[in-house]
């Protein structure tokens, strides 16, 4: 799930003398930009959603029970160790060991990328020109 553009602070891209920010910032002012994001968030929902689907495969289980009970979670930690959990009870070690790297190098990252698109503030300048 990569982006086209690096999310960092303003001040490391480059220094700036005014920035805009609030109700009318980057998401109104460029939208190209909440596109991207927007696509981002739709994006992990779905990745969200496949994560519940594969517990269901874990659990031989009905799938929308299955999905029921894990977005019932509002922590994706303990989504996380559900699957992990089920995993552990119901495939072979080697298995488990892919699915724990998988969550270890893929999706928690994802995550945590995904915290920062949705719970950052965003703001803009005129200064920082976009590549055309």
Not at 32 to 45: D, E, T
Request: hydrophobic fraction near 50%; proline fraction near 5%.
């Amino acid at each position: 799930m990569g982006s086209d553009f690096d999310m960092q602070p303003l001040n490391l891209v480059k220094p700036v003398q005014t920035t805009e920010w609030g109700n009318h910032s980057v998401m109104a002012m460029r939208p190209s930009v909440a596109v991207k994001v927007a696509q981002y968030i739709a994006q992990w929902a779905e990745i969200v959603v496949m994560l519940g689907m594969f517990l269901a495969f874990l659990l031989h289980a009905h799938e929308a029970a299955v999905l029921a009970m894990y977005s019932a979670l509002d922590n994706r930690a303990a989504q996380l160790r559900m699957i992990s959990s089920a995993a552990a009870a119901s495939l072979p070690q080697s298995h488990v060991d892919v699915i724990s790297e998988l969550m270890t190098s893929q999706i928690r990252p994802a995550m945590k990328h995904r915290d920062k698109f949705v719970h950052w503030c965003w703001g803009f300048t005129d200064e920082c020109q976009t590549p055309s």
